[in-house]
């Protein structure tokens, strides 16, 4: 009854003390605690992918069975829930609901907030087990393991060149948008 009472009144007593995000009960705080951990206890009997919620996993097996009722009315994308819809109707709209109290910056996406404020605590979750290295994204761990690996996926589309990351490949593709520039000019000459 308290519980339920406490979503009529707003009263948050249970709070992360990471983030400072506050909610009704304590099961809740647990499961949002595996933001931070990066606990990911759900995982896909089709190809093994991890989640940290359970309605995670449920929104990722439509992926397997391909089923997307919802579509975009105006790019046509679809969707397999109305919540995945809504969110990328943002990209649209432009609307960003999200504001960092730290900065001000605004994001359209929850994840991007909590991403966004990893910068701010200095969290980094996400460990290289082969250096101890530690990163506040997965994604930046993903990058980094590639410099252990040797593997480079990013591939010049001009040269053939490849490169451990996007970023490092977009910043070598300016080295040929300055070749171009440069015979450009040779050539009004």
Not at 4 to 31: A, M, Q
Not at 95 to 115: A, D, I, M, N, Q
Not at 131 to 146: N, P, T, V, Y
Not at 162 to 168: G, L, W
Request: proline letters at 3%.
């Amino acid at each position: 009854m308290t519980r339920h009472y406490r979503i009529h009144t707003g009263e948050k007593p249970f709070s992360c003390t990471i983030c400072g995000k506050g909610f009704v009960c304590n099961s809740s705080l647990g499961k949002h605690r595996r933001a931070h951990t990066g606990e990911k206890p759900y995982s896909c009997t089709t190809c093994g992918k991890m989640f940290a919620y359970n309605s995670d996993l449920l929104m990722h097996l439509k992926t397997h069975t391909g089923e997307k009722p919802y579509h975009c009315k105006i790019c046509g994308k679809m969707f397999g829930y109305s919540s995945s819809l809504f969110k990328h109707m943002r990209m649209h709209t432009g609307e960003k609901p999200y504001h960092c109290k730290t900065c001000g910056k605004v994001f359209g996406y929850s994840s991007s907030l909590l991403k966004h404020m990893r910068m701010h605590t200095g969290v980094k979750q996400y460990h290289c087990k082969t250096c101890g290295k530690s990163f506040s994204r997965d994604s930046m761990l993903a990058e980094h393991i590639r410099t252990h690996t040797g593997e480079k996926p990013y591939g010049c589309k001009t040269c053939g060149k490849m490169f451990n990351s996007r970023t490092h490949l977009l910043c070598h593709m300016k080295t040929h948008a300055k070749r171009c520039t440069i015979n450009t000019r040779l050539l009004a000459q």
